[in-house]
T-cell receptor, first 111, second 114 residues
């Protein structure tokens, strides 16, 4: 299983761009990188997924370098409602899927 | 379409009691899993299933049993509750294809063992 490492916490202000990096040195060839967001008293919610290079959707971008040993979640112009815990998950669909989350990054957005 | 439904939302047990946490999904997902989340910590995988009749252990399986008799249901059983099992439990599911699809989570069961 690919182990992930993220910063424990980050602080930002409204309107700023936030970049959260996840390290996954032993990522396997078939593994995808997925990011989730979790608010208090709720289950995690899917944000974005990628395999290599860059992926963008309506809420975030995901940057993955060529060696795929890390990835960066980019949140443009954060608001107070982006205050949450963000998890990086690395895994694949091949064989039995034991999808293990890291400890997550707690993002606090200040006014 | 309710998604992933967990019951109960809250539960208090005494040490040694047994109970079953229910999880049901109506999306015909093949993959289902149970996580526990302790205060200030991430999600740790307890058990998972890639289809009816197939289950496997995750990172922290001790003290928990699961079964998968149908595609829809994946109950988690605590045979003899211990205070160390006080936690929030999340059930998740996803469809099984060649591409890793997002996990859909329930809203959790908050369990306290006294």
């Amino acid at each position: 299983l690919a182990k992930t490492t993220q910063p424990i916490s980050m602080d930002s202000y409204e309107g700023q761009e936030v970049n959260i990096t996840c390290s996954h040195n032993n990522i396997a060839t078939n593994d995808y990188i997925t990011w989730y967001q979790q608010f208090p008293s709720q289950g995690p919610r899917f944000i974005i997924q990628g395999y290599k290079t860059k992926v963008t959707n309506e809420v975030a971008s995901l940057f993955i370098p060529a060696d795929r040993k890390s990835s960066t979640l980019s949140l443009p112009r954060v608001s107070l409602s982006d205050t949450a815990v963000y998890y990086c998950l690395v895994g694949s669909d091949t064989g039995r899927r034991a999808l293990t989350f890291g400890s997550g990054t707690r993002l606090q957005v200040q006014p | 379409n309710a998604g992933v439904t967990q019951t109960p939302k809250f539960q208090v047990l005494k040490t040694g009691q047994s109970m079953t946490l229910q999880c049901a999904q109506d999306m015909n997902h093949e993959y289902m899993s149970w996580y526990r989340q302790d205060p200030g910590m991430g999600l740790r995988l307890i058990h998972y299933s890639v289809g009816a009749g197939i289950t496997d252990q995750g990172e922290v399986p001790n003290g928990y049993n699961v079964s998968r008799s149908t595609t829809e249901d994946f109950p988690l059983r605590l045979l003899s509750a211990a205070p160390s099992q006080t936690s929030v439990y999340f059930c998740a599911s996803s469809s099984g294809t060649g591409v890793l699809l997002p996990l859909h989570f329930g809203n959790g069961t908050r369990l306290t063992v006294t």
